[in-house]
Nanobody, 123 residues
Framework: QVHLVESGGGSVQAGGSLRLSCVVSGNTFKGACMGWVRQVPGKERESVAAIYTGSGSTYYADSAKGRFAISHDNAKNTVDLQMNGLEPGDSATYYC????????????????WGAGTRVTVSS
């Protein structure tokens, strides 16, 4: 059974940084899309960043470009999201997800999800 377990969420002030980490168990997800999706209650989910573990190709939402960096460690089977320059608008629950199709233009149809980790950015 596949499990994605997120950690690293918390509360920071605007301009601060957080690093989210997702540990994968039950599947190595070689040659697959993995990444982070965030959701605010009452709003649609937003794919923030994704990485194709086969090539390392990445996707970033416009809101994340220049501030967030996604990385994948094949040996540790982890996917991390380094978030810098956080803004109150980044406050959301962040989910680690895997599967689906991804490219530099977007990511969709992820079918394995973690439980989420909460990020709160205060002004």
């Amino acid at each position: 059974q596949v499990h994605l377990v997120e950690s690293g969420g918390g509360s920071v002030q605007a301009g601060g940084s957080l690093r989210l980490s997702c540990v994968v168990s039950g599947n190595t997800f070689k040659g697959a899309c993995m990444g982070w999706v965030r959701q605010v209650p009452g709003k649609e989910r937003e794919s923030v960043a994704a990485i194709y573990t086969g090539s390392g190709s990445t996707y970033y939402a416009d809101s994340a470009k220049g501030r967030f960096a996604i990385s994948h460690d094949n040996a540790k089977n982890t996917v991390d999201l380094q978030m810098n320059g956080l803004e109150p608008g980044d406050s959301a629950t962040y989910y680690c997800a895997a599967g689906g199709m991804c490219s530099a233009l977007g990511w969709r149809d992820a079918d394995v999800w973690g439980a989420g980790t909460r990020v709160t950015v205060s002004s």
